[in-house]
């Protein structure tokens, strides 16, 4: 079996219990990667790289959301039938999770065969134990959503909010699914699961719509005279599958082609045929699908009611988080308020850039990126924190000791053990904001063990060799424990980290991480700055 690992990920072995099942939502492929998409995909592989390093088998999934009229007309107007143009664009998309080191075992494209087989057996299974009637709908259709309006989303003055695009008024006849006999059945779920959906505001949002409206049917196919790009319904192909029911069935799609046994076995007997059951390869339910707030209705109404429809068990989390802004505005392409990616990628490097997304937003507010805001991280916490405390560390062994670990000493053990524990426990729960908070304190703490106890000071005085062999070793050795602990978040400087401590020792192995580890003996590498500062060079240059 091929999995797309990165080539630094080494313990997502298959062949063991169930792995650890994380997703993004999947992009619509005709949009521009942009800094949104960028946060939450850098933010699940962070979810995924601490799973790993914590010892799970993980298996990380997304892609790309190809199917619907948006795509359909968009490849219309560049002159292309639309399989052409989503081969064309899904590119961009594949190369931007390279650029971010997405540590991702997969890719899905839901015009992908194995997608498909598996979206047409869920719909036959539902259609043949009745979740789905036929029937006609009169009202007004938003392309640009790719939803239906009811009255309630006018405006005061009639007009329909200028965010569902051009309105288009409609009578057809299409398949509906029975939403509405599932809803008390979720308001439990929700309230008997508090981690269901998180964080609380948004689980509370959820509630609040589940308790204040009634239900309305869901309507899950669209006339093929309107539609071709998507799914037929294998059971009427006069329509196309509706794009949100397609594009939600890839969670579990791609594990079934892979043969997950709980969801082979809850499509036994439909049409066509899933793959074998593979006992090895077991990841629903999912553990946690990380998805922005604009899609939390789909994913925490729609998705629940189609689960259980089919007998699965529920994701164990739905992690919903807020939209960024740039410079207090929203980020809007025609106003030139963005911030590229790529660009600050090529600026600042890749670690820098996920540093500050993880570090400046918490999961679930809105954010806001200023640029002031991201060089003084870059300086503060990058430059002078960790890379500072690394440079320091190496030189004065390396001048003091000829770069030789002397013998162990604990003195920042206790520390050092409490910041493992509480960045294993954060890792464990997603808050990955508070798990660099508490990294970082660590550095912050050892520079100022630097400072405190003055090593540079003591080597003039040959009657203090052993307290310096002592800080030393605690220097260095906190350096190694760091490199490990930052590697979810910023795994080239974890490598390099490694590499200059000439230490064979993979980064991805927090489960095993303890002080004292570090060989007396050993012998370190050179220093080499890991985030040069750039103010002065600016300085310099000016
Ligand atoms: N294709 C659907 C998702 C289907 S999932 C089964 C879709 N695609 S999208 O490309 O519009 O959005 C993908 C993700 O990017 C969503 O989770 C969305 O919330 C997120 N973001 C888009 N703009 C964003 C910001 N400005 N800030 C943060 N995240 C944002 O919706």
């Known amino acids: 079996m091929k999995l797309a690992f990165g080539p630094e990920i ?18 619509y492929v005709n949009g521009q990667p942009h800094l949104g998409h960028a946060y939450e995909k850098v933010i699940t592989d962070v979810i995924a790289r601490g799973k790993r390093s914590l010892g799970h088998p993980t298996f990380f999934l997304t892609g790309v959301d190809e199917h619907g009229q948006k795509i359909q007309q968009s490849a219309g107007a ?15 998309w594949r190369d931007f999770c390279d650029r971010l080191q997405l540590s991702h075992n997969d890719f899905v494209r839901t015009s992908e065969h194995r997608h498909e087989a598996i979206v047409k057996a869920i719909l036959n299974k539902l259609y043949a134990k009745g979740h789905f009637y036929f029937s006609e709908y009169h009202g007004f259709y938003s392309t640009r959503q790719e939803t239906f309006l009811a009255e309630r989303d006018r405006n005061p003055d009639g007009s329909f909010d200028p965010m569902y695009g051009e ?23 929700i309230e008997a699961h508090p981690e269901f959906i998180r964080p609380e505001n948004r689980r509370n949002e959820v509630l609040g719509l589940l308790k204040n409206n009634t239900l309305e049917d869901l309507c899950i196919s ?83 009611i189609m689960l259980k429809a089919l007998d699965l068990p529920q994701p164990k989390q739905i992690l919903v988080h807020g939209w960024w802004q740039k410079e207090g505005q929203k980020l809007s392409k025609s106003t030139g308020n963005i911030v590229d990616p790529i660009e600050v990628i090529d600026d600042w490097g890749l670690d820098a850039f996920r540093y500050y997304l993880v570090r400046e937003l918490d ?40 770069g030789v670990v002397p013998d162990r000493s604990d003195e920042l053990k206790e520390e050092a053990e409490t910041v493992i524990a509480k960045t294993r426990a954060l890792l464990e729960a997603y808050e990955i904001q508070q798990a660099v908070f508490i990294v970082w304190s660590f550095i912050t703490r050892v520079n100022q063990y630097i400072d405190q106890t003055a090593p540079y000071k003591l080597a003039k005085d040959p009657e203090q060799a052993q307290r310096l062999d002592e800080i030393l070793y605690n220097l260095v050795e906190s350096c190694r424990l760091l490199a490990i602990l930052i590697w979810p978040f910023i795994p080239n400087s974890a490598t390099r980290m490694l590499e200059q401590l000439a230490l064979e020792q993979k980064p991805d192995t927090l489960a095993q991480l303890q002080w004292g580890d570090l060989e007396p003996g050993h012998e370190v590498g050179q220093a080499s700055p890991l985030f040069p500062r750039r103010d002065q060079a600016r300085k310099q240059r000016a």
Request: charged share 20%; net charge negative.
């Open 10 to 27: 080494n313990n997502a072995e298959l062949g063991m219990s169930k792995h650890v099942y994380v997703t993004t939502a999947i992009d």
């Open 78 to 92: 560049a002159g292309l039938d639309s399989q052409s143009y989503c081969d064309r664009l899904e590119k961009n």
């Open 167 to 189: 309105v288009m008024e409609l009578t057809e006849e299409n398949y509906y699914f029975r939403l509405r006999e599932h809803q008390d059945w979720l308001i439990d779920y």
């Open 222 to 304: 669209r006339p093929i005279s309107r539609l071709t790009w998507g799914i037929p319904l294998p059971f009427d192909t006069n329509f196309i599958t509706y794009v949100w029911f397609d594009a939600l069935v890839n969670y579990i799609s791609i594990p079934a082609a892979y043969g997950d046994p709980v969801i082979i076995e809850a499509l036994e007997g439909a049409e066509p045929t899933p793959p074998a059951a593979n006992p090895d390869f077991e990841t629903w339910p999912a553990d946690v699908h990380v998805i922005g707030k604009d899609i939390l209705k789909f994913h925490a109404v729609y998705w629940p």
């Open 363 to 402: 999961i679930g507010p809105d954010g806001n990126w200023t640029d002031d805001s991201f060089a003084g991280h870059y300086h503060a916490d990058l430059a002078n924190g960790l890379g500072n405390l690394m440079n320091r560390s190496l030189s004065m062994l390396k001048r003091y000791r000829k």
